[in-house]
Structures are given as C-alpha cells and as structure tokens.
C-alpha cells in the first residue's frame, strides 16, 4: 500500500516569496491534515479536512497561508508571503476518518522549507 | 484546552538500560493517547497507542498504561537498543474528529 506522498521535499526561498507544498494521501483516507514542525518542537496543526471540508483551521495563518482539497483527495498548502518565521518542515498526514478509524495518522516525510 | 507536556531531552543512554519518557496531558472529555516515533530521516510513525484509562499499549518492546488518576501515559522499555535512537512524541486526539495533538518530542540517544 502507498503511503503518504509529499512534494518538493526540500524548498529554499526569500522572505516574501511564495511557495506551494502538495500531498498525496493514503488511498481511501478522508481526513488529510497539513502539520507545521518547527525544529525543536512537536508538530502544531495548520489545518484539517474531512472529504473536501475544513474541520480545523484555527491555527492556520490566514492573512499568508491557504489549503485546498478541491476533490477530496490530494492537497496543496500555499504560503505567500513567506516570512523568515515560517522555516519548518510541512507535515502531511491522513487518516480514515471513518467508522473504523482509531485516530492513528499516516505521516508522509515533510516537506523542508527554508525561508532566507 | 487539550495539552501535552513530555520530559525534555535529549535523553542519553547506554545499550541494554532501562528507558523511562514521561508524558502527561490535559483534555477535556476522554482522548485517545499516542506515542509516535521519528527515526533519523524518516517520517512520524505510530509506537503505540491507548483508547481508554487503564490500557496498556505496546509494540517493539516499548510499553504506556493510560492513567487516568495522573493524567498520564509514560513511555518505557526495559533494554534499549542503539536502534531506538529516535525522537519521540506524546500526543492526544480528541472529538469525533481525531484533532491529534502533539507534545515537543524527546531526543533519545542510545550509545553502544
């Protein structure tokens, strides 16, 4: 079964630039979630779909970050303007969201971002 | 709000020793508790994980008892091995939705 799949792995940038990170979920799974891990720290939820619908986005930067899942299936986050704080890996994760689904996530590798 | 606090690291211990990750958290209602592991240029993959107070969960030799009464969910593992060199990560989901939320995550160094 393929996993979690996430592009570009790695991303370098100037500060007020854009870039577009894009994730491919677990076959079948309906929740897709857009992580954000600063080094050092744990992942900090960006947002959270459900089928095509937003669940949680409450810590999503909204005046620079956006998040589609126009069918359901893969998704991209958008960062634009970039800002020096915003270096992190992007984490993708999925999960059945479903009857049987225990709450396990499915992480894809993360995608690099450094912000110059 | 829904919390997690881990032990900082990084944690360094010889191959064979007793290993001990403490983990505590807050909720409100009755989350499911998770320990994800990071090894050395991979992704987050679950370790294990406990659905209600009083289970257990294990996999790989590593052990957690959800504690209701302390709030807790403490990683161990009896003998280490320089392979368990990892980060770890304590982390609560709560609500029909699964919101999963993640503690800093502890460093562990195992020497030979």
């Known amino acids: 079964e393929a996993g979690v799949a996430q592009s570009p792995r790695y991303k370098i940038i100037e500060k007020r630039q854009s870039v577009a990170f894009w994730c491919n979920p677990i076959?079948?799974?309906?929740?897709l979630y857009w992580y954000q891990q600063i080094l050092g720290q744990g992942p900090k939820l960006l947002i959270q779909?459900?089928?095509?619908?937003?669940?949680?986005d409450s810590q999503l930067p909204k005046d620079r970050f956006s998040a589609e899942r126009l069918k359901g299936v893969d998704s991209t986050l958008k960062i634009q303007p970039a800002k020096l704080e915003d270096s992190a890996v992007y984490l993708c994760?999925?999960?059945?969201?479903?009857?049987?689904?225990?709450?396990?996530?499915?992480f894809g590798e993360g995608s690099r971002l450094t912000v110059l | 709000g829904n919390s997690v606090t881990q032990m900082e690291g990084p944690v360094t211990l010889s191959e064979e020793a007793f290993l001990t990750i403490n983990c505590t958290y807050t909720?409100?209602?009755?989350?499911?508790l998770f320990w994800y592991v990071q090894y050395p240029g991979e992704g987050l993959q679950l370790l294990l994980k406990?659905?209600?107070?009083?289970d257990k969960g294990s996999n790989k030799g590593f052990e957690a008892t959800y504690r209701k009464e302390t709030t807790s969910f403490h990683l161990e593992k009896g003998s280490v091995q320089v392979s368990d060199s990892a980060v770890y990560f304590c982390?609560?989901?709560?609500?029909?939705?699964?919101?999963?939320?993640f503690g800093a995550g502890t460093r562990l160094f195992v020497k030979a």
């Open positions: 994760a999925s999960s059945l969201g479903a009857g049987e689904d225990t709450g396990e996530l499915f």
């Open positions: 076959s079948g799974h309906a929740t």
């Open positions: 779909f459900q089928n095509n619908g937003v669940v949680d």
């Open positions: 909720a409100t209602g009755y989350p499911s």
């Open positions: 406990a659905t209600k107070a009083d």
């Open positions: 982390a609560l989901s709560v609500g029909g939705g699964f919101k999963t939320i």
